[in-house]
């Protein structure tokens, strides 16, 4: 069981706005801003989207962004296109471990 | 270009051993914490280890503690995660993962080594 809560899908047509949730506490999301979102094709290794809730990499597409409200962070693909089809993940650093918590995936499908 | 390259995975059999290598290049290796993570199909991404840039500071999941030991050769520029008594609750893919130096969030991650405890 994972320490973050994520919707196990969420799917849009191309050109569309998808939003991501997800759901910790105090000892993680609420507490720091060191949520980050990695986006995952299947056979290959995470690449990080998001970071510190809302900076973006360089290289990152802009029509990624984030966001964070309370113990809830939330990632939104405007503009959805076929290659953002991938499992998404959040991760925070917690208190408890002393590192990274991870939320269990969110598979985004393009319609 | 920053790169990653995990080594050492392969079948073992519970209660065995196995040594994970993480050969990095393209950035200043002593100059950045590091940190393994492993998925499995189940339980999606776990956390495993970090390591500061020097060694001198060490953290682990509590479910490996006392069995696994992440160490880093500097010179080198080489992680490593020595893994004993193992589990098949320890069968995944193992990523290693550089750590952003002004944040807390893995930046770049290597392809991943598959480890599989069975008899």
């Known amino acids: 069981q994972s320490a973050l809560s994520q919707p196990a899908s969420v799917s849009g047509s191309p050109g569309q706005s998808i939003t991501i949730s997800c759901t910790g506490t105090t000892s993680d999301v609420a507490g720091y801003n060191y949520v980050s979102w990695y986006q995952q094709h299947p056979g290959k290794a995470p690449k990080l989207v998001i970071s510190d809730v809302s900076n973006r990499p360089s290289g990152v597409s802009n029509r990624f962004s984030g966001y964070k409200s309370g113990n809830t962070a939330s990632l939104t693909i405007s503009g959805l296109q076929a290659e953002d089809e991938a499992d998404y993940y959040c991760s925070s650093y917690s208190s408890t471990s002393a590192r990274y918590v991870f939320g269990p995936g969110t598979k985004v499908t393009v319609l | 270009e920053v790169q990653l390259v995990e080594s050492g995975g392969g079948l073992v059999q519970p209660g065995g051993s196995l040594r994970l290598s993480c050969a990095a290049s393209g950035f200043l290796f002593s100059k950045y914490w590091m940190t393994w993570v492993r998925q499995t199909p189940g339980k999606g991404l776990e956390w495993v280890a970090t390591i500061k840039q020097d060694g001198s500071e060490r953290s682990y999941v509590d479910s490996v503690k006392g069995r696994f030991t992440i160490s880093r050769d500097n010179a080198k520029n080489t992680l490593h995660l020595q893994m004993n008594r193992l589990t098949a609750e320890d069968t995944a893919v193992y990523y290693c993962?550089?750590?952003?130096?002004?944040?807390?969030?893995?930046?770049?991650w290597g392809q991943g080594t598959l480890v599989p405890v069975s008899p």
């Open positions: 993962g550089r750590e952003d130096v002004s944040s807390v969030t893995v930046d770049y």
